[in-house]
C-alpha cells in the first residue's frame, strides 16, 4: 500500500498568516491526492479533490497543488476557524490511505 | 441534501462482534459506493472496506479480511458494518462516508456520517 507523509506533524501560526502543509506519497498517484480537515468530535470535511479542486463550499483561500508524489495545500490568509487538523488521502492505488494529519495551532 | 445518519455509541467485550448502520438520505442511494473507515482515539484514518449498494458487491481491506462484513437493505437505503472477534485495539470511531464520484469505487468521500464510537473493553 502507498504510505502518505504528511509534514510538518504540527503548525503554529497566527490568524492572518498562510499556512503550507506538505504530503508526500511513497510513489506516483498522479493527481489523485485529497485533502481533508478534521475539527475534535467532528467527522472530516473534504477540503480539496483531484489536487487542486476545491470542494463545493470551500473558500478560495484553501488551494492545492501539485502532481505524482508531492502535494501542497496552502491557506493563504489563516482564521480562527481554519486551527484545526488536516490530513491527505491517496486514492490512485487500492487500498487508500491517507496521511498522519498535520495539527494546525493558534500562535 | 445529502446525509448520512448513523447508530449509536457501542461498548463490547472481547471477542464479541458488532454492527453499525448508516442511513443514507438525499441522493440515489445505488449510484454511490458506501465506504467504512475507523479512527483510533488520537490516530489517522484507516480504510476497512468498500460496498455497492445496487450491486451488495464488497471490497475488504487485507487487515479486516475474515473479520468484516458490509451490508446493505435497499428498500431503507441503510448500509450495515459488521466486525467480529474484537479486541481492546479495534476501539474507535467508525464512519461511513460516500464516495465522491458515482459508480466510482476508488474516490475520495464528500459526505460522512457522524461516527460511531465503539469501545472493546472487558
Same mark, same amino acid.
Given at each position: ?33 485529497a ?11 473534504l477540503?480539496?479533490y483531484d489536487?487542486?479542486s476545491?470542494a463545493t ?18 491557506? /493563504? ?12 488521502q491517496?486514492y490512485? /492505488? ?14 | 441534501?445529502v446525509?448520512? @445518519?448513523?447508530?449509536?455509541?457501542? @461498548?463490547? *467485550? ?18 454511490y459506493y458506501?465506504h ?15 460496498? =455497492?449498494?445496487?450491486?451488495? =458487491? ?28 474484537? *479486541? ?9 462516508a460516500r464516495g465522491m464520484v458515482r459508480g466510482v469505487?476508488m474516490t475520495n468521500f464528500d459526505y ?11
Amino acid at each position: 500500500e502507498i504510505v502518505l507523509t504528511q509534514s510538518p506533524g504540527t503548525l503554529s501560526l497566527s490568524p492572518g498568516e498562510r499556512a503550507t502543509l506538505s504530503c508526500r506519497a511513497g510513489r506516483n498517484i498522479n493527481i489523485f491526492l485529497a485533502w481533508y480537515q478534521q475539527k475534535p468530535g467532528q467527522a472530516p470535511r473534504l477540503l480539496i479533490y483531484d489536487a487542486s479542486s476545491r470542494a463545493t463550499g470551500i473558500p478560495d483561500r484553501f488551494s492545492g497543488s501539485g502532481s505524482g508524489t508531492d502535494f501542497t495545500l496552502t491557506i /493563504s490568509r489563516l482564521e480562527v476557524e481554519d486551527f484545526a487538523l488536516y490530513f491527505c488521502q491517496q486514492y490512485g /492505488s487500492l487500498p487508500t490511505t491517507f496521511g498522519q494529519g498535520t495539527k494546525l495551532w493558534i500562535k | 441534501q445529502v446525509q448520512l @445518519v448513523q447508530s449509536g455509541a457501542e @461498548v463490547k *467485550k472481547p471477542g464479541a462482534s458488532m454492527r453499525v448502520s448508516c442511513k443514507a438520505s438525499g441522493y440515489t442511494f445505488g449510484s454511490y459506493y458506501v465506504h467504512w473507515l475507523r479512527q483510533a482515539p488520537g490516530q489517522g484514518l484507516e480504510w476497512m472496506g468498500i460496498i =455497492n449498494p445496487s450491486g451488495d =458487491n464488497t471490497n475488504y481491506a487485507q487487515k479486516f479480511q475474515g473479520r468484516v462484513t458490509m451490508t446493505r437493505d435497499t428498500s431503507t437505503s441503510t448500509v450495515y458494518m459488521e466486525l467480529s472477534s474484537l *479486541k481492546s485495539d479495534d476501539t474507535a470511531v467508525y464512519y461511513c462516508a460516500r464516495g465522491m464520484v458515482r459508480g466510482v469505487s476508488m474516490t475520495n468521500f464528500d459526505y460522512w456520517g457522524q461516527g460511531t464510537l465503539v469501545t472493546v473493553s472487558s
